[in-house]
């Protein structure tokens, strides 16, 4: 067993989430973190999300210059913010450090492609925080329809406003709001879809390869339904398009004073398909008899097959240790997704964004990361 020495940058909601996972796996060692909120990194706070949890051996930071100028470590967990991004990113690949990013890796796509041109440039080994990946279902599925023409995908979220956790980022002090909900701000979070449906993009990726074009079209917050800068629209309608001629749909709301979520996947092929009804297992539809049917009878009830592949798993921990067992084996074999390998699910929700602001104009993703017809819509507002 190769250990891999880590480092976790922004001990938040998901931070600790990952440390957690980390905490779990014999051939991670953690050796020191960082968050510029020294409550953030107070033992008695992470023991309670990490159980077992102790400071002893673990340096501790309060800016990522002096966490780096320390070093000491072969790979380091970013999980800040995207809107607080400050280059660290490029400076640890820069010094050859491995990196596990937390999506969205940026908000900006010239930003996203000058890491993904570093990272590459340097040969770490680099992954993105899509764990939806290594979720026994959406593998199992995967491979259910492997043998298939994949025709179609639609997944929907009914989110509600109130269910937005409270961060622990303390935005009031850096220009955020009060009430520390970032995920609810447009310029914190990019929109709903750029921060929660980049997971369920990126897992229609998964089963259905790369998203060539996207239309969009969101349904903007009233003016008086903005609270605490909470002002990302109501409602969003998206569309891809993927090089494979599929077509998928990703519809997400984030209702005020509704309180009753739900979410399904459908997945249809040219001879059936598949649900996915919050977390009742897959159930496929499909007809597997003699065809025509004998006497034209078909038994609707032989037409729902329960897709059993087992109780689900913990997705952070089976990503974590896939980005170990990478590290430790200076191998990309491991991982489900690089750095380089998620630029198309980032692309498709910034490209929703832009297709909204352009009143549902198609996005082709390509023209998007690289033609000189896009050249404002990529740029970071503080870059020249
Ligand atoms: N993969 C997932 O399922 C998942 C889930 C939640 C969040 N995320 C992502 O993880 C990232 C962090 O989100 P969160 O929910 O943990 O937010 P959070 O606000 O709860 O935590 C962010 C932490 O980063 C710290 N921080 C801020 N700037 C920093 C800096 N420059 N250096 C070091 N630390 C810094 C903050 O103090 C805070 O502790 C975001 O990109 C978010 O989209 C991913």
């Known amino acids: 067993m190769t250990t891999v020495s880590i480092a976790?940058?922004?001990?938040?909601?998901?931070g600790l989430q990952h440390l957690n996972a980390l905490w779990q796996l014999d051939e991670a060692h953690i050796v020191a973190l960082c968050d510029p909120f020294a409550g953030n990194l107070a033992e008695n706070k992470i023991q309670q999300f990490v159980e077992g949890f102790s400071l002893d051996g673990i340096r501790t930071y309060?800016?990522?210059?002096?966490?780096?100028?320390?070093?000491?470590?072969?790979?380091?967990?970013?999980?800040?913010?995207?809107?607080?991004h400050q280059g660290e990113l490029l400076q640890a690949a820069q010094a050859g450090i491995h990196l596990f990013a937390e999506k969205p890796v940026s908000l900006f796509l010239d930003e996203m492609l000058k890491m993904e041109r570093t990272i590459r440039e340097s040969?770490?080994?680099?992954?993105?925080?899509?764990?939806?990946?290594?979720?026994?279902w959406h593998i199992g599925i995967r491979n259910f329809l492997a043998d298939k023409r994949l025709l179609m995908m639609t997944y929907v979220v009914n989110s509600t406003l109130e269910s937005h956790s409270t961060k622990h980022t303390h935005t009031e002090t850096v220009g955020g709001p009060q009430n520390r909900v970032w995920t609810a701000n447009r310029?914190?979070?990019?929109?709903?879809?750029?921060?929660?449906?980049?997971?369920q993009t990126d897992l229609m990726r998964f089963w259905a390869g790369d998203i060539a074009w996207?239309?969009?079209?969101?349904?903007?917050?009233?003016?008086?339904?903005?609270?605490?800068?909470?002002?990302?629209?109501?409602?969003?309608?998206?569309?891809?398009?993927?090089?494979?001629?599929?077509?998928?749909?990703?519809?997400?709301?984030?209702?005020r004073k509704t309180f009753w979520g739900d979410n399904y996947h459908d997945i249809m092929w040219d001879r059936g398909h598949l649900k996915i009804d919050g977390d009742n297992g897959p159930v496929a539809y499909y007809y597997d008899g003699p065809y025509p049917p004998p006497e034209g009878k078909v038994d609707p009830t032989a037409l729902g097959h329960d897709l059993d592949f087992g109780p689900r798993n913990?997705?952070?921990?089976e990503i974590a240790r896939a980005f170990v067992t990478a590290v430790g084996a200076k191998s990309e074999d491991p991982l489900l997704n690089t750095f380089t390998s998620s630029l198309n699910s980032h692309a498709a929700v910034l490209g929703a964004n832009i297709s909204d602001q352009l009143d549902g104009q198609r996005i082709n993703l390509k023209d998007l990361l690289y033609s000189d017809d896009y050249h404002e819509f990529r740029k970071k507002p503080t870059e020249t």
Do not use: C, K
Not at 123 to 136: A, E, K, L, P, Y
Not at 225 to 249: C, K, L, R
């Open 314 to 317: 913990n997705t952070t921990l």
């Open 214 to 255: 996207t239309e969009a079209r969101y349904i903007q917050r009233a003016a008086d339904d903005i609270e605490d800068g909470g002002d990302n629209p109501d409602a969003y309608s998206v569309t891809y398009g993927f090089e494979s001629g599929a077509i998928a749909h990703l519809i997400m709301s984030r209702l």
């Open 8 to 14: 976790v940058v922004g001990l938040g909601q998901r």
């Open 62 to 84: 309060g800016t990522f210059a002096d966490l780096l100028t320390a070093g000491g470590f072969d790979a380091i967990y970013f999980a800040i913010p995207p809107s607080l």
């Open 123 to 136: 040969g770490i080994i680099s992954t993105v925080g899509f764990q939806q990946r290594h979720d026994n």
């Open 187 to 199: 310029a914190w979070s990019g929109s709903t879809v750029v921060e929660a449906g980049i997971h």
